[in-house]
């Protein structure tokens, strides 16, 4: 069962970012990605945290052979953390006009915003808006992806977030909304990403 999923307008940026998420080594300045027809599933998989989770005390590590025979050691394993996997669905620009069929059973929702379009913008945020008017979406937690900031000059966050009415909406509407600053190319902001998919 995929418990998020990815919108967007058509050339946001989706599949470029959940590329860089499930490998950040796989987008570079030459990356490209053709426009999603339809829908992809992306596996992601990062660390947890696991620092202060519980206060229980730790076992001691299993002996190793050579000290099970009475020999002195120094190698020291390295510690891999836990790691989490989460199934994103990516739903092409495209398929705005039945995106509703992918709503029930959703739990957190990415929608990604070119900001270096401003001409795209506008058709975006009555996109946006239409999401969260959605009764079924009504207690899902969102994410806005302000992506392509490499692209960006520094002026079009706040510009896409005035077209967006991003001030006057949150007063409005139920859900809980992030917003994150994110180029897939420079990895900027997608740490902020997963702590977000980390959260429940």
Known sequence: MVSCI???????????LLKALQDTEQIDDNSYSTPTIGTNIYNIVFPIDT?????????PPPKTSEEGNGEATNTKKKKIPPLKSIRVLE?????????????NDVKKLMYVVDTSNLCQISAAGVLF???????????VRILLVLSKMDYAYRQMRNEALLMLQMSKLQKEIRQNITIIEVSPVTRVGLDGIYNWLKIP
């Open 51 to 59: 620092n202060g989770d519980d206060n229980k005390p730790k076992p």
């Open 6 to 16: 990815c919108l967007g307008p058509k050339r946001s940026g989706k599949t470029h």
């Open 129 to 139: 808006y239409s999401i969260l008017a959605e009764p079924r979406l009504q207690k």
């Open 91 to 103: 739903i092409g620009g495209a398929m705005a006009p039945i995106w509703r069929q992918y709503f």
